[in-house]
């Protein structure tokens, strides 16, 4: 098993703490966890530093967690911008990039990116495959729907080969194909419970066997919310706050994993047992200290 952190974004009242960020990010390698993940919201009231910025500054503070974002919203990109940028920190990290991608929600905020919503997915999944030629070819001749290059070159190439590994995050049946099809990975949603999960994994399998892909070429993973805490009510409130600010919405409790360190074991071994290789922890509140209970009380009972 593999263990990735949440690596906190959110920031009070417009403010940044450098000293605290590195003391996170750090701390979190000193732990033994696989990777500090971000995640992309570019419009919405939540005071939240944007990912590939905070990934950058992540990699100059460490030297060996693997840094990933899941998942950037892509259509919404430029895709080849996308890839200069990706490809530039993954040189700069020298190969500890991971790249969640996703189709993200139809919506009336479509329409700042200059994207029609009714060919989204497949401004997604041309986006993705220029982003694979602009990592993987020395000339770039694209004929696509969207975008077209004519013998274009795009250097440096990325420091892993033949580039990071792509994570496709996925809820509908077709989208977890698609993952199949495209991705080296898919990257279940925090608010998808544990039983939601081995749903999705059940379709991941069935995609894989009709595609006559080795499973072991195609990793698993899965975000969960979570807060150790001895007293259950005030895990629940916490966590249930959290949960409202993040979604607007005060039913999505049951996708959480809260409370003493032996139930929040239970809970995560669900999402084990359901197929997951590696899982993202994502505190709910106290970062730093959850990050501390994590690696000492939960993940060594997970191994």
């Not at 049951?254 to 071994?269: D, K, L, M, P, T």
């Amino acid at each position: 098993m593999r263990f990735a952190i949440s690596i906190p974004q959110d920031l009070p009242d417009g403010g940044f703490d450098p000293a605290a960020f590195r003391a996170f990010v750090r701390r979190a390698e000193e732990l033994g966890f696989d990777g500090a993940w971000t995640q992309e919201q570019v419009l919405g009231t939540a005071s939240r530093s944007s990912p590939l910025e905070t990934m950058v500054y992540a990699a100059a503070c460490t030297e060996r967690i693997r840094l990933g974002c899941a998942v950037f919203v892509s259509t919404l990109h430029s895709p080849a911008h996308l890839a200069k940028s990706l490809s530039t920190l993954d040189q700069l990290s020298r190969g500890r990039v991971d790249v969640g991608v996703g189709v993200g929600n139809a919506g009336p905020a479509l329409a700042a990116f200059g994207v029609d919503p009714g060919s989204r997915v497949a401004r997604f999944t041309e986006g993705v495959e220029l982003m694979k030629a602009c990592w993987t070819r020395p000339r770039i001749t694209f004929d696509g729907r969207f975008w077209q290059l004519d013998g274009a070159a795009m250097e440096p190439k990325p420091f892993q080969k033949p580039h990071p590994p792509l994570w496709f995050g996925a809820r509908h049946p077709n989208a977890l194909r698609r993952a199949v099809r495209h991705g080296d990975g898919f990257f279940g949603a925090g608010s998808a419970t544990a039983a939601q999960f081995a749903d999705q994994m059940d379709v991941v399998r069935e995609a894989l066997a009709e595609q006559g892909r080795d499973p072991a070429s195609f990793q698993i993973a899965k975000r969960v919310y979570i807060g150790v805490d001895d007293d259950a009510d005030r895990a629940r409130t916490r966590a249930s706050a959290t949960l409202q600010r993040f979604y607007g919405r005060d039913d999505l409790l049951s996708v959480a994993v809260f409370g003493s360190a032996a139930e929040c074991v239970r809970g995560v071994r669900e999402v084990i047992d359901a197929g997951a290789e590696l899982i993202l922890f994502t505190p709910l509140f106290d970062d730093a200290e959850q990050m501390e209970r994590l690696a000492a009380e939960v993940m060594p009972q997970l191994h």
